[in-house]
Structure formats: C-alpha cells, structure tokens
C-alpha cells in the first residue's frame, strides 16, 4: 500500500514537472462553445467541471479547462491577448556598469512599434545567468541582489489615466484603437515580448526559465493577468491587487451589499481602461460571469504564485481577496503542489508599503521559484482581515486528485 502511494506520488509529480509530458497543452479539448447562453451563478465558478457539465478528473482535463478558462476571459472580461507578433526585434544596449537597457520591436504588417525596459543587475558578478523579476513601474518589494530586476513602464504600452486612455499606447499603435484588450491584457501581451526578447539576447545573460512577474496596486492587477497567460513565468507576485486582481467580483459585490466601501466591477469600468469595452456589460451583473478571478488565479497554477494582500484597506476588499484566494488554493491542492501557491494579507501598513512581517514568505518564494534554493513555502494562508470566509457558501465544489 505504501510502496503504491509513493509510486502514485512520483508519477503525479513527474506528470507536472514534464511540461512536455502528459501536462501539455492538448489538442483533443473540447471547443469552448462561442454562442454562450449566460446564466445567473451567485456562487463562484466550479473549476472542475466544464462549461458543457463533463467533470474535470485528470491533468489532461484540467489543461483543457485551463484553455476553456483562457478563453472566457479573453472573450467576456479582459480581451485578446495576440499572439507573438511576425517580427520581434532586441537591442541591448549598456547604460552604465550595471544598468542595462533592452528595446523591443514589434512588427505586424506594415506596422513597427518599439519600447525600453531597464534590466539593472544588483550584484556584480552574479550568479549564471541571472533570474530576473519584471517588475510593474519598478518594484515595490525587496528584491534578493542575486537577481536582476527588469523595470518596465507599463503605461507605454497601454495608458491608464481615465476612460480617455482607451486604446491609446504602442499597444494600440500596433493593433488598431479598438482591439478588444483592455489595459492588463495589453500590458501582458508587452511582457511576453520582454521575455521574447530576453530569449533572443544571451548577452542580457538573464535565465527565461526563472522569470518573475510583480506590480502593486493597478500594477498587482497586471501582474496577475501576465502571469496568467505566459507560461514562461515561474512566479507571479501581484501586490496589493485588490479588486480587479486576486478580489473575486462576487465576493466584492458581496462586501458592498454588506455595507463596506469596497471596489466593485460596477466601480472599476468607470474608473479606468483596466478590462475590455466587453467586460462593461457585465459589471452589474457579474452573476452571469462563466468565471470569476480564483479562475484567473488558476491559470497560473501549477507554476508559482504568492499574492500579497493589504487588511488595512476596505477599498481593496480584504474578505473578498482572501475567499477568492482560498477557492483557487484548491486547483494548486489538486495538482498534488499546494505549497506553489500562497496568500498573505496583513495590516497596519500604507498602501504598497511592503512589509518586514511579510519577507521571509516572500523570501521563500524567490528563493524556491527564481534561486533555485529549497524553500518552505508551504501553509502560505495570513489572513489579518479577521471576517471569516464560509466555503461551503461561496465554492462548495469537491476537490479531486488530478493524475
Ligand atoms: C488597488 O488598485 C487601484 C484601485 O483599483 C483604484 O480604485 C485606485 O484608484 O487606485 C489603486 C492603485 O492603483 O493605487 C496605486
């Protein structure tokens, strides 16, 4: 019995860890259907069961649903992210001893856009090559000096002002006003092509197989969105996201109704150019919503993910952070690698102010994701909210075991 459980333990993980293996992409999905009828669903979305009813029960299925996931979000909330664009060009050029810049070119048709990121490398010399974290108009968490950091200006891609940024940016430059990204998916599609770029520049020296992906605020909405659709992240850390970001749109619509002046999707389509021209129409009714953001947040999994959250703050809507983060914990506990996955919101600190109480979670992560190093990520789950969060209310689904 024993000796089967371990054989069943190294052939689940080997099942992740080949990405090549049985946990690739699968051409044998089912079509996400297109004429979707939607429904009211006043509780969060089941992970593992399909638009079409047919239960999620192996790896296999569950990348499938990933894919059927992908794509209702593209199609109802943050619009399309393109493909690599025909040509993409790098150019890496030094700025002074360890700061770097890499300017990207994208061409599509007879159209050309470029845009610079600034890799600072904080330890001469470094470890070979280097991990790196793309960090969101600078980072606002400590970095480990062993990595390099990749400053990247986000709004040039996409601008982010009020409701007279929609399509304006490179992004829009290339792929006409009126693509249906909204800001965070166009900002994800820049950070693709940083990574596209970096593979093409060995001089860069930077590790593509240990890059991180983090912002604070609007930002921690971006990051979560890149590191959702580009597999070659190792580690997404959105910061004080909110709603938006890892908050589920129920759970905040939820707090509002409860009296609490929190960011609602109502709110947010007002506000700014964050989410496609589409997701406007379901901002008050975000029951009819085929998902909701613990499905964002799967779309990273098994890969790394530590979301860190602020208490101090209604507006970021703290319960609902922490109910949707505590429901995608679940697709991470399915995939047999729960500890890849953690949450941490704590108080008594000013907006994207990092913390000291929060390093060495955070310090766990970078190490096991970017370094390389062993690392106890496991049991990541501070919650200093207090309001407790009722699953079996809000995500009563039945957690399997993928093989
Ligand atoms: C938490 O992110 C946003 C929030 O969604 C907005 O309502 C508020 O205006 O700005 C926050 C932010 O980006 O602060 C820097």
């Known amino acids: 019995m024993k000796f089967l459980l371990i054989l069943l333990f ?20 089912p079509t996400t259907p297109t004429n979707l009828v939607l429904t009211n669903q006043t509780t ?20 499938c649903r990933q894919d059927e996931i992908s794509s209702l979000m593209q199609t109802y909330e943050l ?35 470029s845009f610079s990121v600034t890799i600072t490398y904080q330890s001469t010399p470094g470890p070979s090559p280097y991990p790196a974290i793309i960090a ?19 709004d040039i891609i996409a601008a982010e002002n009020d409701q007279s940024s929609r399509g304006v940016g490179i992004f829009y430059d290339l792929y006409g006003a009126t693509a249906s990204a909204g800001a965070t998916m166009a900002w994800a599609w820049g950070v693709s092509r940083i990574i596209d770029a970096l593979e093409m520049t060995p001089a860069a020296n930077i590790d593509t197989t240990k890059i991180g992906v983090t912002g604070c605020s609007r930002d921690g909405k971006g990051a979560l969105v890149a590191g959702a659709f580009d ?55 975000v029951d009819l919503l085929p998902f909701d953001h613990h499905l964002l947040a799967a779309l990273v999994a098994p890969r ?50 990092f913390p000291a109480v929060q390093q060495p979670t955070l310090l766990a992560f970078i190490d096991k994701f970017l370094l390389g190093r062993p690392a106890n990520t496991s049991n990541v789950m501070d919650y200093d909210f207090g309001e407790p969060f009722n699953a079996t209310q809000w995500a009563n689904w039945a957690t399997p075991t993928l093989m």
């Open 10 to 29: 190294v052939v689940q993980t080997l099942a992740i860890v080949s990405k090549k293996g049985i946990y690739a992409r699968n051409s044998t999905c």
């Open 44 to 63: 969060l979305p089941d992970p593992f069961t399909f638009l079409s009813g047919s239960p999620v029960t192996t790896l296999s299925d569950w990348k």
């Open 79 to 113: 619009g399309t992210k393109p493909p690599k664009p025909s040509i993409v060009t790098a150019a890496f050029t030094e700025v002074s001893a360890s700061t770097y810049s890499l300017t990207i070119g994208c061409t599509e048709g007879t159209k050309t856009v």
């Open 136 to 154: 969101y108009g600078g980072a606002s968490i400590p970095v480990p000096a062993t990595a390099a950091i990749i400053t990247f200006n986000n």
């Open 231 to 285: 597999e070659r992240i190792a580690l997404t850390i959105p910061q004080e996201s909110g709603s938006g970001g890892s908050a589920c749109w129920r759970l905040s619509d939820a707090m509002m109704t409860a009296g609490q002046d929190v960011q609602t999707a109502s709110e947010i389509v007002r506000e700014n150019v964050w989410f496609s021209p589409t997701f406007t129409n379901y901002s008050n009714s």
């Open 304 to 353: 790394g993910l530590l979301v860190i959250e602020n208490a101090a703050y209604l507006w970021l809507g703290p319960w609902s952070c922490y109910g949707c983060m505590m429901s995608a914990k679940t697709i991470w506990t399915a995939m047999g690698v729960p500890d890849n996955m953690g949450f941490s919101e704590v108080g008594n600190h000013s907006h994207c102010a």
